[in-house]
C-alpha cells in the first residue's frame, strides 16, 4: 500500500539555480496560442500548439525548425503529445477519447479508442518501452496500451486513494521504470509499476513552497529527481526520488520562478523545457551540474 510522503525541507534546500537558456513565443513566424504540452524527439522539441493546427518543431536551442500540421478539424481537442516507438508522434485526442499516431511527416499511421467520447477525455499520453500510457481524466483512470493500441492495463477510479485520481493530467517514467501520474485536484504526484501497483504519493496539498496545489506537468531529471509545474503558481519544485523536497526552481534574482500556466514539461538531463500555455509560450531552463 502506497504511503503519503511527506515534503519537508531539508537543509538546504530551498532556491535551485536555473539559468534561463531560451524563450521563444513563436515557431516559423506564427506566435502561439495556449500550446498544451511538449515532447522530446531526438534534438527535436515537438510542440502542441492546439489553436493554430500544427505541432510546432523547435531545436534545443528554440529556433524553428518548421511545423506538422494536426490531423483534421477540432481546435482545442488535443491536450497531450508523446513520441517513441518507431519514432512516431502520439496525439491524445481529448474530444474523441482516442490516440492517432503520426509519422515523422504528418502522415497518420493509426488511430485506437482509449474509451467511449462521452466516457473519456485523454489529456496526457507517455509512450516509453513499448507501451502507451495514456491519463484518462473523465474515466479518472491511467491506461496502458500496445504501440499498434492493443489495451495491456487499465488502473485508478475517482477518488483519494493510493491508485485513485480526481484529475490525471500528466505521466513520466524515471530509469526504475516507476510510473510518474500527476493527480491534478488531489494536488500530489502518484507512484506506480508499469503495471499499475501503486509505490508512492510524493507531495501534500498546500500553497506553500515543498507543497503542491496544482500539479500539471511532470519530468524526470538526472538522478531520478522529479520536477513538477505547478499550473496555478508557476512554480517549478524538484523533489528527489523518494519524493523528499529539494527546492524550487529560481531565476537571476533568486526569487522563485512564476511562469504563466506551465501545463507541459520535459527535461534531458538538468535542461527543463517548459510550455506555458497563458503565456504562448516554450522556454527552457538550465539547472547546471548537480
Avoid: H, M
Amino acid at each position: 500500500v502506497a504511503a503519503a510522503v511527506a515534503s519537508p525541507r531539508p537543509a538546504g534546500a530551498g532556491c535551485l539555480p536555473a539559468r534561463q537558456v531560451f524563450s521563444v513565443r513563436d515557431a516559423a513566424r506564427v506566435a502561439f496560442r495556449q500550446p498544451s504540452d511538449l515532447v522530446l524527439a531526438g534534438s527535436r522539441l515537438l510542440v502542441l500548439d492546439d489553436l493554430n493546427g500544427r505541432i510546432a518543431l523547435l531545436d534545443l536551442a528554440g529556433r524553428s525548425l518548421g511545423s506538422i500540421p494536426l490531423p483534421g478539424a477540432g481546435a482545442g481537442s488535443w491536450l497531450g503529445i508523446g513520441f517513441g516507438g518507431a519514432d512516431e508522434i502520439y496525439l491524445a485526442a481529448s474530444a474523441t477519447g482516442g490516440v492517432v499516431v503520426l509519422d515523422q511527416k504528418g502522415a497518420e499511421a493509426r488511430r485506437f479508442t482509449v474509451g467511449p467520447p462521452a466516457e473519456s477525455r485523454p489529456t496526457g499520453i507517455l509512450v516509453s518501452r513499448g507501451t502507451v500510457f495514456v491519463a484518462d481524466a473523465r474515466a479518472q483512470k491511467v491506461r496502458a496500451f500496445g504501440l499498434d493500441g492493443a489495451a495491456q492495463e487499465s488502473w485508478g477510479g475517482l477518488g483519494e486513494g493510493p491508485a485513485q485520481f480526481r484529475g490525471p493530467f500528466r505521466l513520466a517514467q524515471d530509469s526504475l521504470d516507476r510510473l510518474l501520474v500527476t493527480d491534478a485536484l488531489n494536488s500530489r504526484v502518484l507512484v506506480f509499476t508499469p503495471r499499475g501497483e501503486p509505490l508512492a504519493a510524493i507531495g501534500e496539498f498546500g500553497t506553500t513552497e515543498g507543497t503542491l496545489f496544482r500539479p500539471a506537468g511532470i519530468a524526470v531529471l538526472g538522478g531520478d529527481r522529479v520536477l513538477v509545474a505547478d499550473a496555478y503558481f508557476g512554480s517549478l519544485q524538484v523533489f528527489d526520488s523518494r519524493g523528499a523536497y529539494q527546492g524550487v526552481l529560481c531565476g537571476s534574482e533568486g526569487k522563485p520562478l512564476a511562469l504563466e500556466a506551465p501545463g507541459g514539461v520535459a527535461a534531458r538531463g538538468n535542461t527543463v523545457f517548459v510550455v506555458e500555455t497563458a503565456a504562448g509560450r516554450v522556454s527552457a531552463w538550465d539547472l547546471g551540474p548537480r
